[in-house]
């Protein structure tokens, strides 16, 4: 088992030297620099003044020289500053995240649990009514934009109903409490949470049904288990390890879905700090936060496979 | 022995002469006859092929021009006039539905064709020659697929600028991977088979057998991917044009308008605006899902037996 989480991390570095290569070609590729960010029309500077302050910060040398001294500062936790800000990306990175996880992990776990029990419910009626109606449900939720659901929701339970309110995290100028955060968290994690539940609602149905025909679960009705027993306790378990994957799999696409629904609702995560950034021309942030969000999607694939590892033995073998 | 009955004796087939089958059936009528039996998927057709005429036909649908501003009447709910209303600028909302159809399906099909060649391509080489280059590939394809595919397309279009060409380049370049795992592991299951292996002991070249023998067994599947793939490249573009990196107005793509909307009054006092271009999106998205689920059905190749 440690040896193949230890080959999993072992994989996941040049990986990573990869997405760091990618996100640096990408963002230098970008016009502008550091420098082109600080000059104003009302602040000329010299030519000759700014190719040597260039030389001086070291924006003449090559590309793979930068990529290394960014890597390296990278190490050491610095991130750069901001364009815009001048504030270091690391903080106001860090600052941010606990809103975009707290959106993600409700959104992620709403849809999970409520995905796979109708998934399974689905799968063990197959046919039904109820299997009918959740399927084109289903699909109907894989089919609406995101943003759509959003702004949807925001007509009838805000605007319509009054119910709730329309965006932000907190009342603004009033004190943190717990209900004020929730109330203001139900429709953005609402509108994620739809659409990752249809997903895993066809994956986990799809899952169930494939492992309701195997022959072993024949075996076990031929010994005479209980049906109860022969779903519980083999059909279920075997049907949940493609679902790991699925949900891992998941992973980035719910990024882009935060990146949106943080723009509509103005959820103070790092989406909308990277909308900001790319509509600023923020270099720096831009590439801090591709980063950012790339190493957290590796860490969560990495924790899908060694979980997947954990629930099917034969894994650990390859 | 008279002579007809002699040739029904002699009706020996010569060897290598094609045998038909029975009641002349191939293997796409009978595709399509088990596609037709999916009720959804019938549905789905039918509502693309009816969006698919309106977008072609977009221009000559309405009275009115997409871009034409008609200050006057601008930001009034439907009428005689204006079958959707009108937007902030006077625009014509049921001509701009129209037309933003044919940019979001348009995008679709194109990022979806990248998308297919390059997976195609790769899983190919990947699947078939497998050792190295097999490494490879499924090295690219693990970095390709960690990125938040959304966080990446916005990079590339803040480098590239937006456009609707972009748009569909952005999207094609990202989606390849699920194709690409698909094809490999077609190519790599079809390879062990025994009919590729006796192809090649008769020394049949390698192209050749990629071309007559795996590939078209491998059609099936990445035609379910590529369907499904139209209907998120669509979803793509639509947030993209959304968050103002796709198609730039005044274009109209269903994406940008529902962005022109994103102020509370126009939210909750004008739902011509927002509503229109969404359920379009939602609808065709739904009617492209439905018949990837037909296909799925109709091309399964365990009931092909």
Known sequence: ?????????????????????????????????????????????AGEVLAERRSQLGLDKSLPVRYLIWVGQLLRGNMGYSFITSVPIAETVLRRIPPTLELMGVSLLISIIIGLVLGILSALKQYSVFDYLLTVLGFIGLS???????????????????????????????????????????????????????VFMRYTRASVLDVLGSDYLRTARAKGIKERLVVGRHALRNAM????????????????????????????????????????????????????????????????DITYAFADPRIRYE | MTKEQQLSLGEVRQVGEPMEATGGQGLWTKAWQRFRRHRLAMIGLIILVIFIFLAI?????????????????????????????????????????????????????????????IGVILGGIAGYFGGRSDMAIMRITDVVM??????????????????????MFAIGLLSWTATAR??????????????????????????????????????????????????????????????GLGVQPPTPSWGNMLRDAQTLTILETMPWMWVPPGLMIVLSVLSINFIGDGLRDALDPRSLL
């Open chain 1, 1 to 45: 088992m440690t040896k193949y989480v230890l080959r999993r991390l072992l994989v996941s570095i040049p990986l990573l030297l990869g997405i760091t290569i990618i996100i640096f070609i990408l963002a230098d590729a970008m016009p502008g620099d550091a420098l082109t960010a600080m000059v104003t029309d009302e602040a000329p500077i």
């Open chain 1, 144 to 198: 609406i934009p995101v943003f759509f659901l959003g702004m949807t929701l925001i007509y009838i339970f805000s605007l319509r109903l009054d119910w709730l309110p329309t965006s932000g995290m907190g009342t603004a100028a009033a004190d943190f409490s717990l209900a004020d955060n929730l109330r203001h968290l139900i429709l953005p994690a609402l509108s994620l949470a739809i659409l990752r539940t249809a």
């Open chain 1, 241 to 304: 390890i493609p679902i790991i994957t699925i949900i891992g799999l998941n992973l980035p696409v719910l990024f882009g879905g935060a990146v949106i629904i943080e723009t509509i609702f103005q959820w103070p995560g790092i989406g909308l700090l990277y909308i900001t950034a790319v509509n600023q021309r923020d270099h720096p942030m831009i590439m801090g936060l591709a980063l950012v969000s790339s190493i957290v999607v590796l860490a969560s694939n990495l924790l899908t």
């Open chain 2, 57 to 117: 036909f977009a221009p000559v649908l309405s009275p009115h021009s997409a871009f034409k501003l008609d200050l006057p009447n601008r930001a009034s709910g439907p009428s005689r006039e204006h079958w959707l209303g009108t937007d902030g600028t006077g625009r014509d909302i049921f001509a701009r539905v129209m037309l933003g159809g044919r940019v979001s399906l348009s995008v679709g099909l194109v990022a979806v064709a990248i998308s297919t060649t």
């Open chain 2, 146 to 167: 960690t990125f938040p595919p959304l966080i990446i397309i916005i990079t590339l279009v803040a480098v590239v600028g937006p456009s609707i060409y972009n748009t």
């Open chain 2, 182 to 243: 698909l094809v490999r592991g077609q190519f790599l299951y079809l390879r062990s088979q025994e009919f590729v292996t006796a192809a090649r002991c008769l020394g049949v070249r390698d192209s050749r057998i990629i071309f007559n023998h795996i590939l078209p067994n491998t059609i099936g599947p990445v035609v379910v991917a590529a369907t499904f793939g139209v209907a998120t490249a669509i979803l793509m573009e639509a947030g993209l044009s959304f968050l």
